[in-house]
């Protein structure tokens, strides 16, 4: 048994360091040198079911790396009561948005982090 307590331990030591990067390093890239806009994102719901489901699963692993981090720091698990047609949902009102066609989805996916972690944030 103390192996597995000694493999726990050495886990979450190379798991800390990373979980706690700034989301900044986050990109959105897929098989191209270009960033992601929102345009794009919906262009693909509608036209290429694959690549949205690959976009998809970036964003819920994204927002699920922040959730990660964010636990780490406050011990909260701001994703518990959220699901991923909620996400989805956010993300495609938020870049449906006139404003918002040139953004990016890496800024959508932070957008939605954004009103989950905002001041209603209990600690």
Known sequence: MKIFRDIKAIIILVIAPIATTSAAYAQTYFASDTTVTCETYLH??????????????WAFGYVSGLNVSNYYLKKVDLLSNH??????????????????SKKTLKEAVEKYWDTLSGPRQVE
């Open 44 to 57: 693909t719901k509608d036209s290429d079911p694959e690549i949205s489901g690959a976009y998809d699963l």
């Open 83 to 100: 699901t991923r047609p909620e996400i989805l949902r956010f993300i495609k009102t938020y870049c449906s948005d006139e404003s918002a």
